[in-house]
């Protein structure tokens, strides 16, 4: 193994150190135990996400920079689409002649 250092503020240290002492066990075996669960995380795909998440790669390196702008810009364009969708949908009506027609023949009155 080799020696590194890692520096954790107040609160941490002191979080390590009681949960080394009630486990009886070192503080650099818990920060090794939690650092391969990590890893072990990270390399997997997590499964409580969406199945599609981190699988596509839109080629684009500034995604995380504009996501709101891209996600209300996928927005708008997806309410587009609905709204041409329900207007190539909407059932065609006959226009209504509002013109009263003149009746030939006897009057009826």
């Known amino acids: 193994m080799l020696k590194t250092t890692v520096y954790l503020d107040e609160d941490m240290l002191l979080i390590l150190r009681r949960l080394a002492d009630a486990e009886k066990r070192s503080q650099a075996d818990i920060v090794r135990e939690a650092l391969q669960r990590y890893l072990q995380q990270i390399q997997t795909p ?3 996400l969406p199945s ?3 699988r596509y790669h839109s080629g684009r390196s500034d995604v ?3 996501a709101e702008e891209l996600f209300r810009q996928a927005i708008r364009q ?3 689409g609905v709204d041409r969708e329900r207007a190539n949908s909407a059932p065609k ?3 209504i002649n509002l013109v009263r027609q003149k009746h030939h023949g006897a009057d009826r009155g």
């Open 46 to 48: 997590n499964s409580n």
């Open 52 to 54: 599609g998440i981190g």
């Open 64 to 66: 995380s920079q504009r």
């Open 78 to 80: 997806e309410h587009a």
């Open 93 to 95: 009506t006959k226009p």
